[in-house]
Nanobody
Framework: QVHLVESGGDSVQAGGSLRLSCVASGYIITNICMRWFRQAPGKEREEVATIRIGGIRSYADSVKGRFTIFKDNAKNTLYLQMNSLKPEDTAMYYC???????????????WGQGTQVTVST
């Protein structure tokens, strides 16, 4: 079976850093498009960062310059490095993948269960 499992969420003060991990099992993520989302209570789900085929990355304007998405193919793991955290970054964070090799996040058909990030003032 194919699974994504997130971890690394925590409660931190504004200005702090966290690194979220998303471990994939059941398939290899090397040539897979993957994305981080977040959803805060009462708000719509928001795309945070995407890493496409060839390592091309994109970010939501709200996190540019603060967050970095990257993969460790040897560990089959996707990461989200989050620096200079703000209270508005508080949300449940999810990773998702398009399991079709060389597709570019056309169909995000695999999702993790989420990890909670809480940023206090």
């Amino acid at each position: 079976q194919v699974h994504l499992v997130e971890s690394g969420g925590d409660s931190v003060q504004a200005g702090g850093s966290l690194r979220l991990s998303c471990v994939a099992s059941g398939y290899i993520i090397t040539n897979i498009c993957m994305r981080w989302f977040r959803q805060a209570p009462g708000k719509e789900r928001e795309e945070v960062a995407t890493i496409r085929i060839g390592g091309i990355r994109s970010y939501a304007d709200s996190v540019k310059g603060r967050f970095t998405i990257f993969k460790d193919n040897a560990k089959n793991t996707l990461y989200l490095q989050m620096n200079s955290l703000k209270p508005e970054d508080t949300a449940m964070y999810y990773c998702a993948a398009d399991s079709a090799t060389y597709a570019n996040c056309v169909d995000l058909d695999i999702w993790g269960q989420g990890t909670q990030v809480t940023v206090s003032t």
